[in-house]
């Protein structure tokens, strides 16, 4: 990801810190008789800078939010789902971008599914790259520690964390 915006191969990886989080979570979605009314998962960003994800093999339930409109992630067997989290659009100044995101229910069959969330050392701030900003592109966001804190909180109240650290 650094290449590709011309940085230095560790200007996102130094501030991941030397003791960054690898969080894993198992997720299990049961049948549901109302799935019109129940989503699995509300909508919302990762907090992480990066997370993987092992769908289901055979039930879709993943959905994006693109242009105002909720659209299903395909099942493709065995692949991952690469997802940025805010973290790494913070670093990236929105270069890279945090996808909204939610999980919906089946009313014919449970739904399972592995993520790995990878995120910097809480204690580690965190903020834009210096390269990616400039007269044309100014800072867009903060610098940031605990930046889970500041996202479980927002979640709870319904706010978008990533929109709080703007500038």
């Given at each position: 990801?650094?290449?590709?915006?011309?940085?230095?191969?560790?200007?996102?990886?130094?501030?991941?810190?030397?003791?960054?989080?690898?969080?894993?979570?198992?997720?299990?979605?049961?049948?549901?008789?109302?799935?019109?009314?129940?989503?699995?998962?509300?909508?919302?960003?990762?907090?992480?800078?990066?997370?993987?994800?092992?769908?289901?093999?055979?039930?879709?339930?993943?959905?994006?939010?693109?242009?105002?409109?909720?659209?299903?992630?395909?099942?493709?067997?065995?692949?991952?789902?690469?997802?940025?989290g805010d973290q790494m659009q913070i670093m990236s100044n929105g270069i890279f971008r945090s996808p909204m995101h939610r999980v919906v229910t089946n009313s014919e069959s449970l739904r399972l599914s592995a993520a790995l969330f990878h995120e910097p050392?809480?204690?580690?701030?965190?903020?834009?790259?210096?390269?990616?900003?400039?007269?044309?592109?100014?800072?867009?966001?903060?610098?940031?520690?605990?930046?889970?804190?500041?996202?479980?909180?927002?979640?709870?109240?319904?706010?978008?964390?990533?929109?709080?650290?703007?500038?």
């Amino acid at each position: 990801m650094s290449k590709s915006l011309n940085l230095k191969e560790n200007s996102f990886s130094a501030q991941f810190g030397e003791r960054a989080l690898m969080h894993a979570r198992f997720n299990f979605y049961p049948r549901c008789s109302k799935p019109d009314l129940v989503l699995g998962v509300k909508p919302h960003t990762d907090r992480s800078g990066i997370t993987i994800l092992l769908q289901d093999k055979q039930v879709e339930g993943l959905q994006i939010l693109v242009d105002e409109k909720w659209v299903r992630v395909p099942l493709i067997p065995d692949a991952l789902v690469v997802n940025l989290g805010d973290q790494m659009q913070i670093m990236s100044n929105g270069i890279f971008r945090s996808p909204m995101h939610r999980v919906v229910t089946n009313s014919e069959s449970l739904r399972l599914s592995a993520a790995l969330f990878h995120e910097p050392e809480p204690e580690k701030e965190i903020g834009p790259v210096d390269s990616l900003m400039d007269e044309y592109r100014p800072r867009l966001y903060r610098n940031v520690k605990n930046y889970g804190v500041i996202n479980y909180e927002c979640y709870q109240k319904g706010l978008v964390a990533i929109e709080t650290v703007k500038l």
